[in-house]
């Protein structure tokens, strides 16, 4: 299973004090938009989100169809295809997409410990 860029999400108290830890840490900003709350980063091997009042908890993000430049891959595992096999895997989603649907869409789950896990199809 194919489940693309792989992202955290951090949900931030301070976007500015944020940005500038992470910036002493070597990463750069390559996306977002201050005046919307939200900046991505990234260094040599890592991308972060930093959100700031748009969620509670922290996310791990994963966008099928996308590389690490936000680029559309040629090939890639559709979410349907990934919610279908993760319920014939037993989990379950806490969001889920309408598997007849085509185009960008999302689903949702929780890992064992409650951490959010966002599967985000932008293409």
């Known amino acids: 299973m194919q489940l693309g860029n792989f992202s955290v999400s951090l949900a931030v108290k301070d976007l500015q004090k944020s940005r500038a830890f992470y910036e002493a840490l070597g990463f ?3 996306g977002g938009d201050e005046a919307h709350n ?16 748009m969620f509670e908890k922290n996310i791990l993000t994963f966008n099928p169809g996308w590389d690490r430049n936000g680029t559309a891959l040629d090939t ?5 295809d990934i919610q279908k096999a993760l319920k014939a ?6 969001e889920d997409t309408d598997p007849s649907a085509q185009g960008p869409t999302h689903i949702t789950l929780l890992d064992p410990d409650g951490n959010p896990v966002l599967i985000d199809q932008h293409v």
Do not use: C, M, S
Not at 38 to 53: D, K
Not at 89 to 94: A, E, I, R, Y
């Open 38 to 53: 939200f900046l991505i980063l990234q260094n040599e091997t890592a991308t972060i989100g930093l959100f700031q009042g």
């Open 89 to 94: 895997k037993g989990l379950t989603l806490t």
């Open 76 to 80: 890639f595992t559709d979410i349907r």
């Open 28 to 30: 750069t900003v390559t």
